[in-house]
């Protein structure tokens, strides 16, 4: 069945960018019925979406992250990706990936998560 | 856009029912009916429980349902077991392709 699986460091400095990579297996993110997103949770709070991607590129982003934010798709590898620019240790947090559908609540497959932390 | 409103914690005893809030707008809660609702256990990823305010995915259990009455969608979990004590969140499209949280809401099973 369809895994997600999220990759990338650990640990980010401030001021630096956090990178993360989302690997879809048992499936093509390539389905035209679906998005792809990033949410977060930081320690002891609750989730907060990052932003989707359609698998032509489309990209949607929470407003209140979007200059910092860019989400990219690479279909031959059927991956998408998470750059946060300007890190704070605000931004430490768990970092899902998930597929949800055209009108982006239902959420159905998620990753385990990746525990990032902006810290020197 | 603000996170939607959720109380922080609800409890009920085994084989009881308990049912949590989730407050928004005419703006997202409101005015979609794309509301959603997610279990999470401590160290674990969300799980999609309840989408289309009312629907369930294959796999989840009859004793949760969703409903929603205006700007204030709820999550019924009828029949309490221990093994749904856990963090529910909701959330709900906002528009512009936009999609908000609640701010979760910790369920005990006493």
């Known amino acids: 069945q369809l895994q997600l699986q999220e990759s990338g460091p650990g640990l980010v400095k401030p001021s630096e960018t956090l990178s993360l990579t989302c690997t879809v297996s048992g499936g093509s993110i390539s389905s035209s019925s679906y998005y792809w997103g990033w949410i977060r949770q930081p320690p002891g709070k609750g989730l907060e979406w990052i932003g989707s991607i359609y698998y032509s590129g489309t990209t949607y982003y929470n407003p209140s992250l979007k200059s910092r934010v860019t989400i990219s798709v690479d279909t031959s590898k059927n991956q998408f990706s998470l750059k946060l620019s300007s890190v704070t240790a605000a931004d430490t947090a768990v970092y899902y990936c998930?597929?949800?559908?055209?009108?982006?609540?239902?959420?159905?497959?998620w990753g385990k998560g990746t525990t990032v932390t902006a810290s020197s | 856009q603000s996170a939607l409103t959720q109380p922080p914690s609800a409890s009920g005893s085994p084989g009881q029912s308990v049912t949590i809030s989730c407050t928004g707008t005419s703006s997202d809660v409101g005015g979609y009916k794309y509301v959603s609702w997610y279990q999470q256990h401590p160290g674990k990823a969300p799980k999609l429980m309840i989408y289309?305010?009312?629907k369930r995915p294959s796999g989840v259990p009859d004793r949760f349902s969703g409903s929603k009455s205006g700007n204030t969608a709820s999550l019924t979990v009828s029949g309490l077991q221990a093994e749904d004590e856990a963090d529910y969140y909701c959330?709900?499209?906002?528009?512009?392709?936009?999609?908000?949280f609640g701010g979760g809401t910790k369920l005990t099973v006493l």
């Open positions: 998930a597929r949800h559908g055209l009108w982006f609540g239902d959420m159905d497959v």
């Open positions: 289309e305010v009312s």
């Open positions: 959330n709900s499209y906002a528009g512009s392709n936009y999609v908000v």
